[in-house]
């Protein structure tokens, strides 16, 4: 079953310009992650949000944790073409180490 | 280079056939995982190994199976293989939970 949720399916935006993304999920969690997936390409690892953080930053992006709402948002700001990849969010079932994935967005960054 | 390295990165495969995906890490992480990504459906965790000499079922886990002699290695079987296996295969691993460490992936076709 799949626990985080991301929106929108699908992003195009201009260089230069931010782009948004959101993830929700349905039960309580410990962390949060955010990853990246170039085309044809594994994973990256972007970054990992606690339940207990509310934001954090890693160079250009921004990640926000609102666990009331059981959602996070993804920011990255003055996109450049090389962020076109899909995005996936992650999260933790509250036992073992498995992290469930999103089915991801998928970002097109126009120059 | 440390991280994950899948072999072989493709492979068509007849129906009924038996198949072993490999994977081994030069992290000495102590968990390791198999995911399938599938369009639309994001990735789907198939096996895991939270330690050597012990594995676990994912979310679809049938028609699959794993082993773990030893931290560096995780290989995954099909042993008969069918159509809807068709699929990209990401093994990842894990020392923590702060994030996976994903390989480049083995693109599978079976016919």
């Not at chain 1, 948002?73 to 996936?88: E, M, P």
């Amino acid at each position: 079953s799949q626990q985080g949720e991301e929106d929108p399916q699908a992003l195009s935006i201009q260089e230069g310009e931010n782009a948004t993304m959101n993830c929700s999920y349905k039960t309580s969690i410990n962390n949060l992650q955010w990853y990246r997936q170039n085309s044809g390409r594994g994973l990256v690892h972007l970054i990992l949000i606690r339940s207990n953080e509310r934001e954090k930053h890693s160079g250009r992006l921004r990640v926000t944790l609102d666990t009331s709402k059981k959602s996070s948002s993804l920011l990255i700001t003055a996109s450049r073409a090389a962020d076109t990849a899909s995005y996936f969010c992650a999260t933790d079932e509250g036992y073992g180490q498995n992290f469930v994935f999103g089915p991801g967005t998928r970002l097109s960054v126009l120059p | 280079t440390a991280g994950i390295t899948q072999a072989p990165t493709s492979q068509i495969l007849a129906a009924g056939r038996s198949m072993t995906l490999r994977c081994t890490q030069d992290m000495r992480h102590n968990a390791m995982y198999w995911y399938r990504q599938d369009l639309g459906l994001g990735l789907r965790l198939i096996h895991y190994s939270n330690t050597a000499g012990t594995t676990g079922k994912g979310e679809v886990p049938d028609g699959y199976s794993v082993s773990r002699a030893n931290t560096d290695d995780f290989p995954l079987t099909l042993a008969s293989a069918v159509p809807s296996q068709t699929s990209v295969y990401f093994c990842a691993s894990s020392d923590s939970r702060l994030g996976y460490t994903f390989g480049s992936g083995t693109r599978l076709t079976v016919v």
